[in-house]
């Protein structure tokens, strides 16, 4: 199925570092969300994103919705341990459709 | 905890049997989407339903079915099972056709 191109697919960083992950597609989106996924367990909505150029945090996330309307990122600042995880972005192709492609996945190991 | 509620957690079943998953939205949610999770892989959309009626469609198979019920909650009917049909089902929940999608913990299907 259809699924957007999200980088790097995996990444170990030391505690305390600064992470930045992004995703891209070809196809114009009307929404961006991004999600944090524990193993075997559901997806948790990090931030929300609806207009292009768009930058909003949630602690120490920010995550961007790209001018383009084709591509978003999401750094994290100082990271801890419990940061490690799978990190999705999902987006809305555009109004009216109301599905939801969703990203390969980021997988993050934080080193203490 | 999402407030979406998904039973059972776990379900092991044989090639050729039927299961139904269920799921209850939060609470003032009107949609209802359905994804599938195979191991180590991103989440494919499934379906999508809002207030009773199917807004959208995605790679379901044939031998798949999910409906939603006045009172909003929705079920995913897997048919025919197959070995590659074991995966994680996540439902998620939103206010209206677009937006925060909010996931349930998921119900882990193991064919055998």
């Known amino acids: 199925g259809q699924q957007l191109n999200q980088s790097p697919q995996s990444m170990f960083i030391q505690e305390g570092e600064d992470v930045s992950m992004n995703c891209t597609s070809s196809?114009?989106?009307?929404?961006w969300l991004w999600y944090k996924q524990d193993p075997g367990e559901g997806p948790v909505l990090l931030i929300a994103?609806?207009?292009?150029?768009e930058l909003t945090s949630n602690g120490r996330l920010t995550a961007q919705f790209g001018i383009t309307r084709k591509d978003s990122f999401l750094n994290i600042s100082a990271s801890i341990p419990s940061d490690v995880g799978i990190y999705f972005c999902?987006?809305?192709?555009?109004?009216?459709?109301?599905?939801?492609?969703f990203g390969t996945g980021t997988r993050l190991k934080v080193l203490a | 905890d999402s407030g979406v509620t998904q039973t059972p957690k776990h379900l092991i079943t044989a090639t050729g049997q039927r299961v139904t998953l269920r799921c209850s939205p939060r609470?003032?949610?009107?949609?209802v989407y359905w994804y599938q999770q195979s191991l180590d892989q991103g989440l494919q959309f499934l379906i999508q339903y809002y207030n009773g009626e199917e807004r959208a469609k995605g790679n379901i198979l044939e031998r798949f079915s999910a409906q939603q019920f006045p009172d909003l909650h929705s079920e995913l009917n897997l048919s025919s099972l197959e070995l590659g049909d074991s995966a994680l089902y996540f439902c998620a929940s939103s206010v209206d056709g677009g937006g925060e999608q909010y996931f349930g913990p998921g119900t882990r299907l193991t064919v055998t």
């Open positions: 609470s003032g949610d009107l949609s």
């Open positions: 994103l609806y207009k292009a150029g």
């Open positions: 196809s114009i989106f009307n929404t």
């Open positions: 999902a987006g809305q192709l555009s109004p009216g459709t109301y599905k939801y492609i």
